[in-house]
Every structure is written in structure tokens, then in C-alpha cells.
């Protein structure tokens, strides 16, 4: 029998469509559950469906958000943050402290913070990448360095009195819209097209997928993931920053529990703690489910300690649907 | 017709362990050659040495009739060596195309400034690609982890093929594979070599070598004891020389 004469077409076949299909169903669960959610909420407390609580709850998911855009780049490549609360309370008290005590004009306060924050991420990338900590511990040192750090700059009391120039960032709004949730979508849609279109984006989810497949390709691998720790940063800080302008006030305790929320947005929104997988918008839609929980809960006087309880079971809930998908396959 | 790769004369030795004793073996382009022999013959190692992994001890390697040393696999690769992992090294999330360009993304510019995957590019050549290898993959979109082992042998072969690779080594290609799905990778295998890619092809399966190579060359304890056409011998002339019976002036039986 000659090697030529054989040909074979049945093979399991996954097309662009049947993807797409997958992609899509992944949305479609996050959005159910937030119409689910929604409908919960509102015969709870007919305040929820207010544009008022609409409104608030778009200030809200904003600061998710930006937490959850960082957090996927990460997770995509199966690495994790958990710094993300105290970096985002050490970067509040940086931003304030800039334009407050020091008064600096809002904009060089913003890019102090930014670049502080980038540090921070610059720093957990390299324990990461040159001391070889996984990223668990990496970014758990670092949220207990934050936080000390943030309530050693003013040995944690709260800065007021910050610039109306400082406080537009998230106060006010433009088309209906607030301030701060436009910051959260340009950056959502930024991060989207960084992640699907450019090289940085491929080798993101390729260095998740398979990293030794992505270093035979000749992919920097320690490098790209340096950067994207020095980008979820970064990110922290600019929610940080958006934290401040939004309550007009620094405390050391702000960004609390902030990164189980981004984590469960990833996971909600297709994102898998396996690497390889995860979108932006399927990660924003997990924000907004969130952000939809939290101020339903508290809508619906539920105390925020029973709040914290369901956030711990969301979490650990979306890890353990990540992990059956994972062997379903 | 000029040696495509000459191996004249390597050793190598794993502290006790003598790997390779004095081999030489050359490859015309277009040629396939079966490399058999025990386990722990040497064959994998005589792999390494070609494809920079390992340096030879002594001996040398001449690439289209040049000296070459390769310091790593990545300068061996640049040579034009490729080879094709045992565990194929993909990235199972990304699709098919992304995984033949991984590292070598065709860019163009969005609006003129903006540095974008060229999608369109990539796919019209994965397209071309597939088909040059005949294989049946049916969509450049596919993921490579709903794909079969053989279908991920395309790829990679697919990969090697695409970024010119004048020498492919494959290393037990078929050994995870389906029966079905083997005789895909072995016409993979003669398409390439069609295409002027020499091969070196590692097989436990005596059928296939003797049906999918042009020659072959037997190991035995680090050193290579036979060499032949694949159409003057048979399965158990090979297995003769691979159990050493045919070696050093062992009685040959009638
Ligand atoms: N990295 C290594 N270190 C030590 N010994 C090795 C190493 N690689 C191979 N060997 C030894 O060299 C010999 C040849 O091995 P190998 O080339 O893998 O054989 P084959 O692929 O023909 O089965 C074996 O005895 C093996 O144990
Ligand atoms: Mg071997």
C-alpha cells in the first residue's frame, strides 16, 4: 500500500464558527447571570432600577474594571495578581499625597502615581522572573508590603482636600456617561485591541498557553512577563487614582478585597487561571457582574459581612466551573 | 547529488556512556533517511548533535558542503535545521496559523502607524501551507487543541516547512499516533522531501521506515553499523543488524 493512497477527512473539526460559538456562549452565561442578578435585585428593592443606582453602579463597576482589564493580561498568562487591593490603597495615598501635600499640578500627580505603580509591578515581575517565586507569592508579598507602605505614609490617616482638578477624573460626566466609566471603556478598548490584534497580545496568550512552546519560538518569555506585571501595575494605579478622585479622599484601607473581585470578573468572563484563555469584554461583563452583586446586596440591606461571604463563594464558585471546563474538554 | 548534511566522524560520550562512536552519515535534499536502532542506540543523541543541542566531542558537521557548529538549537534552527519535538511544543489555545507564525507574526500598519497581526496574511499562507502537505486540517482558525496528534504533527511540520528548514528531523513521529493517522504523517513526510527538505526519520516501525524512506542507516551501541537503500532490504536484514547479530563478524545465518 503506497503512502499517497490514503486520505482521511474525519477528524473532530473546531471551525472559526464552532470558536466563536464557545466565545459567545461563555458572554452569554456572564450575561445571564447579570440579568438574573438584575431581576433579583430589583424585587428586592424597586431602588435598584433607578438611573440613580444606574448611574452609581457605572461609577462603580469603572474601578473593577480597570482592576479586571489589568488582571486578564495576567491570568492569560497563567499568572495571578493578588496585590491588586493594597496597591491600589498605596497608590491612592501617593496620588493624594502628590497633589495635596506636595502641590503638584493633578496631572504630574497622575503620572507620578502611574509610574509608581508601574514600579510596584516592575518589582513583583522581577521576583517573578529572575528569583523564579511563583506569582502567587510574588504579588502576596507584595500585598502585604503595599498596604504597610500605604498606611506608613501618613501612618493611616486620610488626605482631603484634593484639587478640583484632581477630583474631575471621576466626578462629572460626558454624554450621561461618568468620568470615570469612560476612563474604564477607552481603557477596556485599548487593552482589547492590544490583546487580540498586536504581537504583545499573541505572545501573551501563548506564553500562558505553552511558555516552552513560546521559548522555542524564540519569544522573550521573562521579559514579556516582566512588562506585564509592570502593565497590571500600572493599572492599579490608575484605579487607585480613579479611587481617590471618586470618594475625594486617600485611606489606607482603600482597594480592599478589590482583586477577588477582578479575579472572579476574569474567571466569570472566560478567563482561565490555566493561562492561554480570556478576553477583555468577556472580563468586563464579569466586572459589572460584580459591581451589580455588591450594590444590589447592600441595596437589599444585606450586611457587608454577609457580602463578603458571597464574594468568597463567587470566587472559589468561578475558579471550580474554570477547572471543570478545563478537564471537560 | 551534493551532500546536504554531512555528519563526518562524532562521538560523544555521557561521562561512561559512549552515545556515539566515530558516526557518519550524509543526506541528499529531497532525501529521506531512516535512522533505527535499539533503544538507547544513540539515535536520539546523534539527533542532538545535529540540531545544536548537544556538541559533538569530536567530528564534524557540514551543512550544503560547509563546516557548521551550532552553539544552541536556536543557531542550528537559523541554519535551516528543524526539529520536529517528540511533544510537539504547541500552544494548544492559539489556533493553527498563529502557532506556524508564533514569534515571526507577519505585521502590517493600522492607519499607517499602528503595528498589527497581519490576519489575512497569515491565512492565505496557512492555506497554502496545509495544502502543500496535504494534510486535513480543515480551518487555519482552528485551535490546536481540538486537533488530533497527527493533525499537530501538520503543524509542526507545517511550521518547519514555512520558515524554509532544509533539514527536518523527525524523532519518532508516529509513536503517539493512530494507525490512520501515521500514514497521514508519513505522507506529510514524502511531501516535504518532494518539496526538496532532507529528513532524517526516527521509527520504531520497520514497515514505515521501509515505506517511507530512500535509505537507511542502522545504529547499534553508539555506532552506526549498516547503511542501505530501502529497497534492498528488508525487515529482518534490519532487525539483524539492530540486535547486533550481523555485527563485528557475528555469524550471519543463511
Ligand atoms: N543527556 C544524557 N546524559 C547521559 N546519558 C545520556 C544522555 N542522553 C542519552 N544518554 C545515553 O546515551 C545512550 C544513547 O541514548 P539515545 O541517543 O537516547 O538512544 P536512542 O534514541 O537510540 O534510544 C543511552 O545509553 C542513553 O542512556
Ligand atoms: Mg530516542
Known sequence: MSVESLSVTAYPRQSRRTRLL????????????????TIIFALLNARFMSPVNWYHIAQQVAIIAILAVGQTFVIATAGIDISQGSVVALTAMIS???AVN??????VAVLLTLLAGALVGLVMGLTITTLGVPPFIATLGMLAVALGGALLTTNGTPVFGLPQGFLVIAQGDFLGFPHMAWIALILALIAAFVL???????????IGSNAESARRAGIDVRRHLTLIYVLAGATSALAGIVYVAYTAAAQPTAGQNYELYSIAAVV???????????TILGSVLGALLMTILRNGTELAGISPYVEQVILGVVVVGAVYVDNLRRRLR | MDALLEVRNVSKRFGAV??????????????????VGDNGAGKSTLMKVISGAHPPDSGELRLAGQPASFASPRAARQAGIEMIYQDLALADHLDVGANIFLGREPLRRLAGVVPVIDDATVRAEVVALLGR????????ETRVLALSGGQRQ???????????????????????????????????????ARDGVGILFIDHNLLEVLEVCDRVAVMYRGSKVYECRASETSQDELVRYMTGFSVQGAAVPA
Do not use: C
Open chain 2, 133 to 140: 502537505i496535504e494534510s486535513h486540517i480543515p480551518d487555519p
Open chain 2, 154 to 192: 501538520a503543524v509542526a511540520i507545517a511550521r518547519a516547512l514555512y520558515w524554509k528548514a532544509k533539514v527536518v528531523i523527525m524523532d519518532e513521529p508516529t509513536a503517539a499516533l493512530a494507525a490512520i493517522e501515521s500514514r497521514n504523517v508519513l505522507r506529510m513526510a514524502r511531501s516535504l
Open chain 1, 96 to 98: 493624594a499625597l502628590a
Open chain 2, 18 to 35: 559512549e552515545a556515539l562512536k566515530d558516526v557518519s552519515v550524509s543526506l541528499a535534499p529531497g532525501e529521506v533517511l531512516g535512522v
Open chain 1, 196 to 206: 487580540n490584534r498586536t504581537r504583545f497580545g499573541r505572545y501573551t496568550l501563548a
Open chain 1, 268 to 278: 466569570i468572563g472566560g478567563g482561565s487561571l490555566f493561562g492561554g484563555v480570556g
Open chain 1, 22 to 37: 464557545q466565545e459567545l456562549r461563555q458572554l452569554a452565561f456572564a450575561l445571564a447571570s447579570i440579568i438574573a442578578l
Open chain 1, 102 to 107: 506636595l502641590g503638584m499640578p493633578p496631572i
